[in-house]
């Protein structure tokens, strides 16, 4: 018979995650059913991640770190101070040396160079007359970007002409350290995303096809189509970084394709928006296989399933029945509020058959209040 006394539960091993936005909480929702339960720091109130664990406000690091030994982060650019701030018995990955780096545009650069992996032409930019020799030198359109606090596209200016010099300079000259780099008239944007182990186990997923609108990323295609060439090309710069790093978790790199081969744009020290296909689309997702990495656990397949797109939901929410009505879609609502711009949720198309996506792609766009750039 069976006797509840005498069976013992597995403890619930505890992961404590720096940020509690929409990838806190999908990182959580695939750390539930291997028994880990997540706690979150945040300075925001109202976090999508807070539906999956305790919110824990800056104020209080303490309450926090508690007991817990092993960190990670959603976002690249906590501060390096909250990160010192741990006990020196706790660990965090990725590493600390792969925040530092990846938190400016122009470490990130100089480590792309390091490597061999080949960017973007650019220049330091730190007074008006760098960002005039940078347009001579680079010639124009560039763009300029600082080179930290960055994301979504924001913390850009596209210097078209010479005109555009001194209000670009106005724009962002008070925002620290910037970078101005050539303008790429690429064909396509491509990721790669990958997940290394602490045994230096690397697993790799198919790569995806990046479509942005206005600076923010629209959708993403996966498998890339016609990516046979390039494929091993972008998996040996990421191998490159990761081992340059030494690094644990999922790291993702973003990529130009230019007739000329794959230029780096930008690496994420996290799971990434362009690998939210990989929770149905894959064997393992993004944010099984990061928790897995860093809990010292082994790493699960990578394996495309099926072919599928991923679409965001941006601005304002469609409506929920709406998108349940489609055959094979995946709604995810980061249950966030409404406002331009800003990211509360996507939704993954994964028909049985791939041929099925053109269609169903097309059944979706009047659904989507903003779906520009799908049209
Ligand atoms: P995200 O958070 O979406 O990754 P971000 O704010 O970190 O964006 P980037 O990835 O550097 O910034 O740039 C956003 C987009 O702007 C790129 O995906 C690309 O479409 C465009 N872009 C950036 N740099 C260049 C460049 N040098 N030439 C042409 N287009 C560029
Ligand atoms: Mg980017």
Redesign the pocket.
Known sequence: MFNPVSCTAMAPLQLGIFGAGQLGRMLAQAALPLGIRCVFLDAVNQSPAAALGPVFSPDDMHAFVGQRRLFTLEFENIPLSSIDALPEAATIFPPRAALAITQN?LLEKSTFDALNIPV?PYRAVHCLTDLQNAADQLGLP??L?TATG???????YVVKTAHDIARAWETLGTHGPLIA??????ER?VSVIAVRAQTGDIRYWELAQ?H?HQ???SHSVVPAPNIETLTPIAQQYMQQLLEHLNYVGVLTL?L?VTPEGLLA??M?PRVH?SGHWTIEGAVCSQFENHIRAVMGLPLGETDLIKPCVMVNIIGQYPKREDILALPAAHLHDYEKEERPGRKLGHITLMPPKSEELPALIKQLIPLLPDALALK
């Open positions: 545009r973007a560039m763009v970007k960055g994301y979504d596209g924001k913390g850009q780099e050539g303008f790429i008239h690429f944007e990046n942005h600076g923010i990323l973003e130009f744009n930008e994420a928006n």
